[in-house]
C-alpha cells in the first residue's frame, strides 16, 4: 500500500482564497484525521471520521474550516476564506479496528496564506 | 480534556550515547501511549507504543516506560545513532476514546557524530 496520501504537498495562496486539501486514507482504515502543526501549538488535532461519519470536530476552530467525507478513500480539508494566521503544515492520517490503534499519517500538505 | 506535557524541547547527545524524553499527561482515563518520531518533511511515524497494563516495553535500542499512578511515561534511546536525529513526540490516548490522540509539543533530538 501507498499509505495515506495527500494532495497538494505544497500549497501558496493568497488571504481570502479558498483551499481545499486532499487526502486519500490507507485502503480499508476505517477512521480519519485531519491535524495541524505549527511551531507554536504542535499538533492539534482539527477533526476526525469513523465510518465517514464526523466524530469530533472540536478541534476546528472557526466557521472558515470544514471536512467532508463523502466515501471511504476521499476527505477533503476546506479553508475559506484563508488568512495568514492559517499557514501550518497539514496532516491526514488513517487508522483501523478499534481504539486505540496505530494513526499512519501522509507526508502533510504545507500550506502558506500571504 | 487531556494535557500532555513533553521534556525536554530539545535534546543533543553524543553518537553512542543514550537519550531520554519525558512527558506527563493529566487525564487518568488515558490508557495508550504512543511515540512517534518525525523526519523532515515527513509526517509523523509510530515508533513504539505502551498500553496501562504494562510498564515497561522494549524494542531493540529503544524502551518505553510508563508510572500510571504518577501520570507520566518516558522514552530512552540507548546507542543513539545519526539517524535517530528527528523530533519526538508522546501522545496519549482514552481508550474507546475513538482513536483521538493528544501530542506533546515535542523534542527535537540531534545526536551528534
Known amino acids: 500500500d501507498a499509505g495515506v496520501i495527500q494532495s497538494p504537498r505544497h500549497e501558496v495562496t493568497e488571504m481570502g482564497q479558498e483551499v481545499t486539501l486532499r487526502c486519500k486514507p490507507i485502503?480499508?482504515?476505517?477512521?480519519l484525521f485531519w491535524y495541524r502543526q505549527t511551531m507554536m501549538r504542535g499538533l492539534e488535532l482539527l477533526i476526525y471520521?469513523?465510518?465517514?461519519?464526523?466524530?469530533?470536530d472540536s478541534g476546528m476552530p472557526e466557521d472558515r474550516f470544514s471536512a467532508k467525507m463523502p466515501n471511504a478513500s476521499f476527505s477533503t480539508l476546506k479553508i475559506q476564506p484563508s488568512e495568514p494566521r492559517d499557514s501550518a503544515v497539514y496532516f491526514c492520517?488513517?487508522?483501523?479496528?478499534?481504539?486505540?490503534?496505530?494513526?499512519?499519517f501522509g507526508q502533510g500538505t504545507r500550506l502558506t496564506v500571504v | 480534556g487531556e494535557n500532555v506535557e513533553q521534556h525536554p524541547s530539545t535534546l543533543s547527545v553524543q553518537e553512542g550515547d543514550s537519550a531520554v524524553i519525558k512527558c506527563t499527561y493529566s487525564?487518568?482515563?488515558?490508557?495508550?501511549f504512543p511515540w512517534y518520531k518525525q523526519e523532515l518533511g515527513k509526517g509523523p511515524q509510530l515508533i513504539i507504543d505502551?498500553?496501562?497494563?504494562?510498564g515497561e516495553k522494549k524494542d531493540q535500542r529503544i524502551a518505553v516506560t510508563l508510572n500510571k499512578t504518577a501520570k507520566h511515561f518516558s522514552l530512552h534511546i540507548t546507542e543513539t545513532q545519526p539517524e535517530d536525529s528527528a523530533v519526538y513526540f508522546c501522545?496519549?490516548?482514552?481508550?474507546?476514546?475513538?482513536?483521538?490522540?493528544?501530542f506533546g509539543t515535542g523534542t527535537q533530538l540531534k545526536v551528534e557524530l
Open positions: 501522545a496519549a490516548e482514552v481508550t474507546g476514546g475513538g482513536n483521538k490522540l493528544t
Open positions: 471520521f469513523n465510518n465517514n461519519v464526523p466524530i469530533d
Open positions: 485502503s480499508g482504515h476505517n477512521s
Open positions: 505502551i498500553r496501562s497494563n504494562v
Open positions: 487525564d487518568s482515563a488515558s490508557n495508550y
Open positions: 492520517a488513517s487508522s483501523y479496528g478499534q481504539s486505540p490503534t496505530e494513526a499512519f
